[in-house]
């Protein structure tokens, strides 16, 4: 026979594991600038870098921006997309159309990281539960980005291969 304290162990346990799967939702920072301020004015430039390159050249659709920011030898991790600048124009080219550039990126970005010449830009993303396709909700997704000589020449993110 098992001692109690073995049982309410489980029990605690399993109680525990299901307050794990509760969510807190993943919100969005509305302050864009407050996300872009950085103490070291090189970790500054590289934030802003890659945030306009985001608002300019991925959201804005404008591809004959993409020599401001990327390097011709630009590295793509992504699975999608090939490597190179030109790899990069070509594919997007055939998703984005180019539309006004806002003021401030549109995604809901939750942070902005730069680390050295690393670059991370965070989002909240809302998708169907899988278990019941009536109820949504929030995680994360990220873009890394290496910069070198002052353009973009590095990308990771976890998209899988489409």
Same mark, same amino acid.
């Given at each position: 026979m098992?001692?109690?304290?073995a *049982?309410?162990?489980?029990? $605690?346990?399993?109680?525990?594991?299901?307050?794990?799967l509760?969510?807190?939702?993943?919100?969005?920072?509305?302050?864009?600038?407050?996300?872009? #301020?950085?103490?070291?004015?090189?970790?500054?430039?590289?934030?802003?870098?890659?945030?306009?390159?985001?608002?300019?050249?991925?959201?804005?659709?404008?591809? /004959? $921006?993409?020599?401001? *920011?990327?390097?011709?030898?630009y590295?793509?991790?992504? &699975?999608?997309?090939?490597?190179?600048?030109?790899? =990069?124009?070509?594919? =997007?080219?055939?998703?984005?159309? &180019?539309?006004?550039?806002?003021?401030?990126?549109?995604? &809901?970005?939750?942070?902005?990281?730069?680390?050295?010449?690393?670059?991370?830009?965070? =989002?909240?993303r809302?998708? #169907?539960?899988?278990?019941?396709?009536?109820?949504? *909700?929030?995680?994360?997704? =990220?873009?890394?980005f290496?910069?070198?000589?002052?353009?973009?020449? /590095?990308?990771?993110? &976890?998209?899988?291969?489409?």
């Amino acid at each position: 026979m098992k001692p109690l304290f073995a *049982y309410a162990g489980l029990v $605690l346990a399993l109680s525990l594991s299901n307050a794990a799967l509760a969510q807190v939702a993943v919100v969005p920072q509305a302050n864009h600038e407050q996300l872009l #301020a950085a103490a070291d004015s090189r970790l500054e430039a590289n934030k802003r870098l890659v945030y306009d390159f985001w608002r300019e050249v991925f959201e804005g659709g404008h591809m /004959e $921006l993409a020599d401001k *920011y990327l390097a011709e030898s630009y590295i793509q991790h992504n &699975p999608n997309v090939a490597t190179g600048r030109a790899g =990069f124009v070509d594919a =997007f080219s055939k998703w984005v159309k &180019p539309k006004p550039i806002e003021a401030k990126v549109k995604a &809901p970005l939750v942070t902005i990281v730069a680390d050295g010449d690393l670059v991370v830009l965070s =989002f909240m993303r809302e998708a #169907a539960d899988p278990k019941d396709a009536t109820k949504k *909700y929030t995680t994360t997704w =990220f873009d890394m980005f290496r910069i070198e000589a002052g353009k973009i020449a /590095e990308h990771w993110d &976890p998209a899988p291969k489409s």
